[in-house]
């Protein structure tokens, strides 16, 4: 048995610019699932989608199975496909420059290691329920930050 934590990032009006996350938690044994959503402040889309990943992650227990699910190819392929890499080359990326957002992916690899994480890719905006749900909380962080409204506690 093990979670599901769909997670999203969302920039608007403009990338870089206002960011957010949101987070569609469900725990194992048909539980009810959770919502979470937070404001960042200024950042980009991958700033937003790593800050979902860590923000879904840190919901789970330390040990527990957990299977990441994001639109993010970024975020997805840093912790499937790169990390081992970036590790080898001191956290320089293909290029041979310093991976950027380098605190926040240490961040993701730390909650990631605590857990038994596997991942899977969703299109974005392409009908999966649970990955809209997780955007439009992401971007209700955006939207009721824009209008001033207090954000309750994710």
Not at 102 to 131: C, E, P
Request: a positive charge; charged letters at 20%.
């Amino acid at each position: 048995m093990k979670w599901l934590a769909y997670t999203d990032g969302a920039c608007a009006p403009s990338n870089p610019g206002p960011a957010g996350w949101g987070v569609v938690l469900l725990p194992p044994g048909g539980q009810a699932p959770s919502e979470h959503y937070g404001f960042i402040g200024p950042g980009t889309n991958q700033i937003a989608e790593l800050m979902a990943a860590i923000e879904g992650l840190a919901r789970v227990p330390a040990g527990a199975a957990v299977e990441l699910v994001s639109d993010s190819q970024y975020v997805l392929k840093g912790l499937s496909e790169w990390r081992s890499g970036w590790e080898r080359k001191g956290f320089r990326n293909s290029k041979g420059d310093p991976v950027a957002n380098l605190a926040l992916w240490k961040r993701l690899f730390g909650l990631a290691d605590a857990r038994k994480v596997t991942t899977r890719w969703v299109r974005g905006h392409n009908g999966d329920t649970l990955n809209e749900r997780a955007d439009a909380l992401a971007n209700l962080a955006l939207e009721l930050k824009a209008s001033g409204e207090r954000l309750a506690p994710a």
